[in-house]
C-alpha cells in the first residue's frame, strides 16, 4: 500500500512554479521520498529523491520538511509539456518502487 | 547510453495463446522491475529480479505469469493463455543496484481479443 498521500488534481499556469505537496506522515527513518511523473501513457519518468536534505536538480527541486512528514516537489517554470500524473513515493532503501494515485497536473495556456 | 528498451511496443494476441514480452535494461543495470497498468488504472508492481534470481515475485499472479532475467540476454515476462483482462500496459524498470532509482521503458501495450 502507498504511504503517501497527495491531492488527485492541481492546475497551474504555465510559467508558474508548480508546487505538489505530500504527506507520508508514517515514514521511517531509512525511507526516502521519491517523485516520479507519467506523461499520458509513456514509462514513468524519475525526477528526484531525497532523505533529509531538500534536492534539487535540472528538472525540479524537493523541498522535505524537518519532521520529514511532508514534502513538496516544485517545478520552477511550469510548461505544457509538464502536464502529468506525480506521484511521491516512499521508500526503504532496496525495496521496489510502489505507486499511489498521484496527483494529476494540468498546466494551463 | 541507451535508454531501457522493451519489444515489442504493441503486440495483440487471441485469447489462449502466448505473450512474450522483453526488457533490455540500461547498459551496467542488473536489476530489473516489471508493472502492468490496466486500462485507466495506476501502476501494480509485479516482480523484481536480479541477473538469475528472482528477488520479489510479491505482485505476480499465482497463475499463467512467469519472469526470468537469464545472465545474457533481456528480462522476459512471459504470460501463457492469455484472456481479455490481460490487456495493459506492462512497463519495465532497470537500476544498477537495488539502492538506486530505477528508470523505466516505454512499454508494451498488450491487446487480447
Known amino acids: 500500500d502507498a504511504k503517501t498521500t497527495q491531492p488527485p488534481s492541481m492546475d497551474c499556469a504555465e510559467g508558474r512554479a508548480a508546487n505538489l505537496p505530500c504527506n507520508h506522515s508514517?515514514?521511517?527513518?531509512?525511507?526516502?521520498v521519491y517523485w516520479y511523473r507519467q506523461i499520458h501513457s509513456q514509462g514513468p519518468q524519475y525526477i528526484i529523491h531525497?532523505?533529509?536534505n531538500n534536492e534539487t536538480n535540472e528538472m525540479a527541486s524537493l523541498i522535505i520538511t524537518e519532521d520529514r512528514k511532508s514534502s513538496t516537489l516544485i517545478l520552477p517554470h511550469a510548461t505544457l509539456r509538464d502536464t502529468a500524473v506525480y506521484y511521491c513515493?516512499?521508500?526503504?532503501?532496496?525495496?521496489?518502487?510502489?505507486f499511489g494515485k498521484g496527483t494529476r497536473l494540468h498546466i494551463l495556456p | 547510453n541507451a535508454g531501457v528498451m522493451q519489444n515489442p511496443r504493441h503486440l495483440v494476441r487471441r485469447r489462449g495463446q502466448e505473450a512474450r514480452l522483453r526488457c533490455s535494461p540500461m547498459?551496467?543495470?542488473?536489476?530489473v522491475y516489471w508493472y502492468r497498468q490496466l486500462p485507466e488504472e495506476g501502476l501494480k508492481f509485479m516482480v523484481y529480479?536480479?541477473?538469475?534470481?528472482?528477488?520479489?515475485e510479491s505482485g505476480m499472479p499465482k497463475e499463467r505469469f512467469s519472469a526470468e532475467f537469464p545472465k545474457e540476454g533481456p528480462s522476459i515476462l512471459r504470460i501463457q493463455q492469455v484472456v481479455r483482462g490481460d490487456s495493459a500496459a506492462y512497463f519495465c524498470?532497470?537500476?544498477?543496484?537495488?539502492?538506486?532509482?530505477?528508470?523505466f521503458g516505454p512499454g508494451t501495450r498488450l491487446t487480447v481479443t
Open positions: 513515493i516512499v521508500r526503504y532503501r532496496d525495496d521496489k518502487i510502489i
Open positions: 531525497g532523505l533529509k
Open positions: 524498470a532497470s537500476s544498477p543496484g537495488p539502492h538506486s532509482q530505477p528508470y
Open positions: 508514517t515514514i521511517s527513518g531509512n525511507e526516502y
Open positions: 547498459k551496467g543495470h542488473s536489476h
Open positions: 529480479l536480479q541477473k538469475e534470481n528472482i528477488i520479489d
